[in-house]
């Protein structure tokens, strides 16, 4: 499994990485710290991730 940094991470060391996961109900989203890489890690059905990314996209998390 290969994990990316996040292109919403900022240049301040707030970033999160991401990673694709085959489990036996279907593909999942990992997320997990950068800065902790063997501390906890979130995992997303595929419909959960695309609501998540479609709403940091149109900004409804307020993150910009």
């Not at 109900?25 to 990992?30: D, E, K, S, V, Y």
Request: overall charge positive; glycine content about 8%; charged content about 20%.
């Amino acid at each position: 499994m290969q994990w990316v940094k996040s292109s919403f991470s900022f240049s301040c060391s707030n970033c999160v990485e991401v990673a694709l996961k085959q489990a036996p109900g279907g593909t999942r989203h990992l997320v997990r710290d950068s800065k902790d890489q063997s501390g906890p890690v979130l995992a997303f059905a595929p419909a959960a991730w695309g609501a998540f990314v479609r709403d940091i996209k149109t900004d409804r998390c307020g993150t910009r």
